[in-house]
């Protein structure tokens, strides 16, 4: 099984502050870990720190227990990564752009064939025939995704692979990630609280390069209570109905005239309340936790990482 | 080989450890791939036949008595005289297959597609090279065939120097491998592939003929000048190749004219290609993904 590490690493762009300070963090199991943080933790850096394509200022990174910038060829053997916009050529076509992958990764062309056409069916990937200049943002995306996956190396590095993706293409990934941490082990950069927590089982939070929390994915969504819900009617209800929820809901907000924000404590009783007062309302047809952005994540949990620490 | 991947749908692939000479063919193999569908590669190649189809055509309008008598009734003259052109070509192919080659995996995602796979950085650029290279030579490969034709059509297929002429285009390769060294060290020093092509025509053509004819108006042979050492393309199939030749400005005053010999034009393209390829190895090992 593979493994990654990071061992007092720091970066830094001279002059400026560390972009990284002191990260570290090893695992050698199969799972997915969510690695998350606002836009310049260093979520980015550490993962080309990783794959060599950055010099640590200070301390190391592993893939495989081995340094990539003292064997690239070595670190790289059994991982996959992909970080920030991967482009191919844009004048290959889907086949011969991922044919590269496999055949640089030492399969022969007929498992690179064979790859190709399990990532064509796990990532429902444009036509092997089509040119990558011709496909979509997602399409390519998805052509970059696939790319990693090319002779099932081992060590997934990935950053922010939903990014850019629709609705259906996220649930495509997300679902095809769920299966792939039962025997890879995958780390996933990410903005978005709700996506990595369907995904991960640890997470680490980044914020101004350093480690803030790091702890598994279900600990943590227990402490991250989600305080807004979005309900959805089966008719059109009137404003002046908002009322009748504010003897559990903080804040009532109508978002359009079938569908309202409401703000409440927290808890749990307070949501079964909730839910029966809405009921009262309208038929439900929907009643569900608003998606939780880092940002808000954030709010949440820096304050009690840094309280306990 | 991940023996346990069957929850991705993955069927055990057996992944062979390859050498770096097998993965330097197949990122030839990739980027050769990528240059013959580009727009700069049909573009080059439509530039260099409609020069030599315009060359031939107004020769074959002159007739073939007018163009004998002016090549001296020497099929090499006439090849010579024609392959001067060549260093043009060579430097436009260099500095368009060479001139990003690197800087394109530091400005565009490009990098992060090939730069993350497990291949040392100096055979990634060995593959580009041999690639940029192989393009080059189809480019120049179609001027010299234009300039067979030629030498055909005035001359006769039996009074053609062939043995001369494959020599000058071996000449021609080895100049367009230094000067694809300078523009691979140039790629890997720049971070924007468009500054990268025009600082290698500026400097191969623009900047090296200017400070060649500076020099030579001061007397001093050009020994450090690629495209003084290009000449020996030309200077090869020059049946009166005179090293150099002083023409009398005015009074006390002379300008010197000189040729590469072709030991001397090959001594320089491998200096060139010994100071400038295995610079372009360090800097491009060196760089950094900091975009």
């Keep these: 099984m593979g493994s990654f590490e990071v061992s007092g690493l720091w970066k830094t762009y001279p002059p400026g502050d560390p972009v990284l300070s002191d990260v570290s963090f090893r695992y050698d199991r199969p799972g997915a870990i969510g690695y998350l943080g606002p836009n310049g933790a260093g979520k980015t850096t550490t993962l080309k720190l990783l794959v060599g394509l950055l010099r640590p200022t200070r301390g190391h990174a592993y893939l495989n227990g081995i340094d990539p910038m003292a064997d690239r060829k070595g670190a790289l053997w059994d991982v996959g990564a992909q970080i920030e916009t991967p482009e191919p050529y844009p004048t290959l076509n889907v086949h011969e752009a991922l044919d590269a992958v496999g055949r640089a990764r030492g399969l022969s062309r007929d498992d690179v064939d064979r790859e190709v056409d399990?990532?064509?069916?796990?990532?429902?990937?444009?036509?092997?025939?089509?040119?990558?200049?011709?496909?979509?943002k997602g399409q390519r995306q998805r052509v970059a995704l696939a790319a990693t996956l090319v002779g099932d190396p081992s060590v997934l590095l990935l950053d922010e692979p939903?990014?850019?993706?629709?609705?259906?293409?996220?649930?495509?990934?997300?679902?095809?990630?769920n299966r792939l941490k039962r025997d890879h082990l995958i780390l996933m950069s990410s903005h978005q609280m709700l996506e990595v927590t369907e995904v991960c089982d640890e997470l680490i939070f980044l914020n101004h390069g350093r480690v803030v929390l790091r702890d598994k994915v279900d600990r943590v969504a227990h402490r991250i209570r989600p305080r807004q819900v979005d309900v959805e009617f089966e008719r059109p209800v009137p404003p002046t109905a908002s009322p009748t929820l504010l003897a559990a809901a903080e804040a009532v907000t109508p978002v359009t005239d079938r569908r309202w924000r409401v703000t409440f404590d927290g808890s749990d009783e307070t949501r079964v309340r909730l839910?029966?007062?809405?009921?009262?309302?309208?038929?439900?047809?929907?009643?569900?936790?608003?998606?939780l952005v880092l940002e808000e994540a954030y709010l949440e949990l820096v304050p009690k990482a840094s309280e306990a620490t | 080989m991940n023996p346990a991947s069957t929850v991705s749908g993955a069927l055990?692939?057996?992944?062979?450890?390859?050498?770096d000479f097998q993965q330097w063919i197949i990122v030839t193999v990739h980027q050769l791939q990528h240059y013959l569908r580009t727009n700069r590669f049909y573009g080059l190649v439509g530039f260099v036949v409609l020069i030599a189809a315009l060359t031939l055509a107004f020769e074959i309008d002159a007739g073939v008595a007018a163009v004998r008598l002016q090549q001296l009734y020497r099929s090499s003259e006439y090849l010579s005289n024609y392959l001067v052109n060549t260093g043009l070509f060579v430097v436009l192919a260099a500095a368009f297959f060479g001139g990003d080659a690197l800087s394109v995996d530091f400005s565009t995602g490009a990098g992060y597609y090939m730069l993350v796979l497990p291949i040392r950085r100096p055979v990634l650029l060995a593959g580009r090279y041999a690639a940029a290279a192989l393009v080059?030579?189809?480019?120049?490969?179609?001027?010299?065939?234009?300039?067979?034709?030629?030498?055909?059509?005035?001359?006769?297929?039996?009074?053609?120097?062939?043995?001369?002429?494959?020599?000058?285009?071996?000449v021609a390769i080895i100049f367009a491998l230094s000067a694809l060294s300078v523009a691979f060290c140039v790629s890997a020093f720049v971070r924007s592939p468009t500054a990268g092509v025009l600082i290698t025509v500026l400097a191969l053509y623009v900047g090296f003929t200017t400070l060649q004819a500076t020099l030579e108006l001061a007397g001093i042979e050009p020994w450090f000048s690629l495209s003084?050492?290009?000449?020996?393309?030309?200077?090869?199939?020059?049946?009166?190749?005179?090293?150099?030749?002083?023409?009398?400005?005015?009074?006390?005053?002379?300008?010197?004219?000189?040729?590469?010999?072709?030991?001397?034009?090959?001594?320089?393209?491998?200096?060139?290609?010994?100071?400038?390829?295995?610079?372009?190895?360090?800097?491009?090992?060196?760089?950094?993904?900091t975009g």
Excluded at chain 1, 282 to 289: E, G, L
Excluded at chain 2, 12 to 19: N, Q, T
Excluded at chain 2, 236 to 260: C, K, M, N, R
């Design chain 2, 228 to 289: 003084y050492a290009g000449g020996a393309m030309a200077a090869l199939l020059d049946t009166d190749f005179v090293h150099f030749q002083t023409v009398p400005l005015g009074e006390d005053q002379y300008y010197t004219i000189w040729s590469a010999t072709v030991a001397e034009g090959l001594a320089i393209m491998a200096g060139y290609i010994a100071v400038f390829l295995p610079l372009s190895v360090y800097l491009y090992q060196r760089k950094e993904s």
């Design chain 2, 136 to 170: 080059t030579l189809a480019v120049i490969g179609v001027y010299y065939a234009f300039g067979a034709v030629g030498a055909i059509y005035f001359f006769g297929a039996s009074a053609v120097p062939w043995a001369l002429l494959f020599g000058s285009l071996g």
């Design chain 1, 118 to 136: 399990r990532c064509h069916e796990l990532l429902d990937l444009p036509p092997l025939g089509h040119r990558i200049g011709w496909l979509s």
């Design chain 1, 275 to 291: 839910l029966g007062l809405c009921q009262k309302v309208a038929p439900v047809v929907q009643f569900a936790n608003t998606s």
């Design chain 1, 162 to 177: 939903t990014s850019g993706l629709d609705p259906a293409e996220r649930v495509l990934v997300r679902g095809l990630l």
């Design chain 2, 12 to 19: 055990p692939v057996e992944r062979v450890r390859i050498s």
